[in-house]
DNA sequence: ACGACACATAAGCATGTGCTTATGTATCGT
DNA sequence: ACGATACATAAGCACATGCTTATGTGTCGT
């Protein structure tokens, strides 16, 4: 899980898909095959990418295995973000806010 | 200036290093290479892929140029973060804090 | 026990990416 | 005007990446 490893995940538009539709709730690799023309292996080397990179946690139910946001590379980024914090515009310092207010 | 230009950009350890070096302060392609062993050519190719992302932007003076972070390339990953407020945890509280007060 | 199912892994292939050397374009100093 | 300097662009090459098909592993229902 490294800086690397989450802007490399995020570099291709199929996972950024697969993330943003984990970000509405947790699903099973099957699931999230619905909508993207993509084939079951693909998927699946998706996902650990994702995974691999701290974005995305898994959780083994019987023969399915749901997938969810990590809030680990979610910090990741921020923290990334952070360092570059003297170039945040005004505008951004209502983002923060509601950053701030979203977290409960 | 998309989101697969800004992650794709940032995928690369070399242009990382780039950003990370104009965060400190405005400089032109020659000092950027600086301490990086990379080529003339590599490096002007580097500086595209980053302003074409957003991320650096460009002031000619005389034959040379001067590189600087761009804050529209900032926002848009801020923006990208946002969507998944839902996902902060607790601890990042003090990070969006962190951002607020750094923004003046 | 057995076939169906959910997912992971292996191997091979087409395309993308980042590097190099060579060369082009524009500006500076003298 | 001329060479030196700063940077961009072109072309070619090695390697990485994302895909496919084929197969492996583990779980479920009957």
Redesign the interface.
């Known amino acids: 899980m490294t800086?690397?490893d989450i802007?490399?995940a995020?570099?291709d538009?199929t996972r950024?898909k697969v993330f943003?539709k984990l970000?509405g709730g947790s699903l099973n690799a099957s699931a999230l095959r619905d909508g993207l023309e993509i084939s079951q292996p693909a998927m699946s080397q998706h996902l650990s990418v994702l995974r691999a990179a701290g974005l995305v946690r898994e959780q083994r139910q019987g023969r399915f295995v749901n997938y969810e946001?990590d809030?680990d590379g979610?910090?990741a980024?921020?923290?990334w973000?952070?360092?570059?914090?003297?170039?945040?515009?005004?505008?951004?310092?209502a983002?923060?806010?509601?950053?701030?207010d979203?977290?409960q």
Do not use: N
Not at 81 to 93: C, D, F, G, T, V
Not at 95 to 100: F, R, S, V
């Open positions: 800086e690397a802007f490399k995020l570099a538009p950024r943003e970000a946001v809030p979610i910090v980024i921020g923290a973000l952070a360092r570059y914090r003297a170039y945040w515009p005004k505008r951004m310092e983002l923060a806010d509601l950053l701030k979203m977290d």
